[in-house]
């Protein structure tokens, strides 16, 4: 990448922060304007002259459905529709919309570079009174973010509309951590210290993550004590084995970096892979084989239940049951909530070989080889049995991965 696209994608990010940044405040005040005037309600209809009312000493407008103008300088300054009003803020309008009637704001779109267009939005697609969805234009070019975790901050970005994610905010800061500046689908630039500063472009930068302890004075990797640090390592420890296993690093710093990856994960899963607890045999029979071919230059999974696949931005992962993702590996890998139930052909699985508990909670990652059987227990709490039928490997970090499965019926 040269310092000229450097440069500008710093000025890119630096110019979506400050839009980021500044509107909330603008958002603050419309909300408190709109606030301030509903209470004396639209009354009355088309765009006739507010009248006042007075109460005390203070004297109001009285707003009616349509455009009004409430200081009398001859320019329409807020307009009161159903579901709908339009603010006069700094020479363009705010438009706020309650869009499912609830009697709250849940869009408001923005004309942030005073051109006339209404050039971003904020969108409350659950309808819980936080922002889940951001759409703004800068310089012709819409991107996208959205909030993955529920807290009113973006996490994941779509900043060149193509439909893939390529940024990441990682500890939910609302700061990007990880950039995919060429959009191949993996992360060119990563933050791994969140000091707010690509650590590609700092000097005397070590890529790998730190090694944060020793055994007998030999470096070494130690597990923090909570769960949140230890997922912190272990995206770190991923990301670094992947990178350098693009460049072709050297083979003992890739194999340095590895021994850690697997120390940090096994760090992370001891907090996250507590299993479930027995619940009784599990009943039923195995229906016919299906096949379903996941193709990992960006995110896919499949529902194995209707056998739909489906790209994680479709609704997140919550309604999936096995996926997977680029992983800059030879072996074909998947994520889900499974157990390896060992060597044998799917069409001699029994309903009396799949386990009732033991499955892990939070879902788990890892090779699948060919020849086993696994088990995974889905999201809606059914069991499907799958086994690998084919892998290539498609690009540095691409896979095509087929497997056959068997859903528990009934």
């Not at 973010?145 to 509309?161: E, H, K, L, Q, R």
């Not at 130690?222 to 350098?244: F, G, H, I, M, S």
């Amino acid at each position: 990448m040269g310092k000229l696209t450097a440069i500008i994608l710093i000025l890119l990010i630096l110019a979506g922060l400050y839009i980021y940044r500044a509107n909330p405040h603008i958002i603050d005040n419309v909300i408190h304007i709109k606030d301030n005037l509903a209470g004396n309600g639209p009354s009355g209809g088309g765009a006739s002259p507010t009248s006042t009312a007075t109460t005390g000493t203070s004297t109001q407008p009285t707003l009616k459905q349509g455009w009004n103008d409430i200081d009398g300088d001859g320019i329409s300054d807020v307009y009161v529709g159903k579901g709908l009003s339009a603010v006069n803020v700094n020479g363009s309008y705010v438009i706020t919309r309650d869009r499912n009637g609830d009697g709250v704001v849940d869009a408001i779109y923005l004309d942030t570079t005073g051109d006339g267009n209404l050039d971003t939005a904020y969108l409350d697609n659950d309808y819980n009174g936080k922002t889940d969805t951001w759409v703004t234009e800068l310089n012709g070019v819409k991107s996208y973010s959205w909030d993955m975790s529920g807290d009113g901050i973006p996490d994941v970005y779509d900043t060149n509309g193509d439909g893939k994610a390529d940024a990441w905010d990682l500890n939910g800061d609302g700061t990007i951590d990880e950039r995919d500046v060429d959009y191949d689908g993996n992360p060119d630039l990563h933050d791994y210290n969140f000091d707010g500063v690509f650590d590609e472009f700092q000097a005397n930068v070590t890529i790998a993550p730190p090694e944060n302890g020793s055994t007998s004075g030999v470096a070494g990797f130690v597990c923090p004590d909570n769960k949140e640090d230890a997922y912190r390592l272990y995206v770190q420890a991923y990301n670094n084995v992947t990178q350098l296993m693009a460049k072709n690093q050297s083979s003992n710093e890739t194999v340095k970096a590895y021994k850690i990856y697997l120390q940090a994960r096994e760090c992370y899963e001891s907090f996250s892979t507590s299993t479930t607890s027995s619940s009784g045999s599990v009943t039923g029979k195995l229906g016919p084989v299906h096949r379903v071919t996941l193709n990992t230059d960006g995110s896919m999974a499949v529902k194995f239940s209707t056998g739909e696949v489906k790209a994680s931005w479709s609704n997140g992962w919550e309604d999936v049951d096995l996926f997977a993702e680029p992983w800059c590996v030879d072996y074909p890998a998947v994520l889900g909530h499974y157990v390896d139930i060992g060597e044998m052909g799917i069409g001699d699985v029994t309903v009396g070989d799949i386990p009732s508990s033991g499955y892990p909670s939070d879902e788990v990652g890892g090779e699948i080889k060919a020849g086993h059987v696994y088990v995974n227990r889905n999201s809606d709490g059914t069991y499907t049995v799958f086994t690998l039928v084919d892998h290539e490997k498609t690009g540095d970090c691409s896979h095509r991965i087929t497997i056959a499965y068997r859903n528990v019926e009934g």
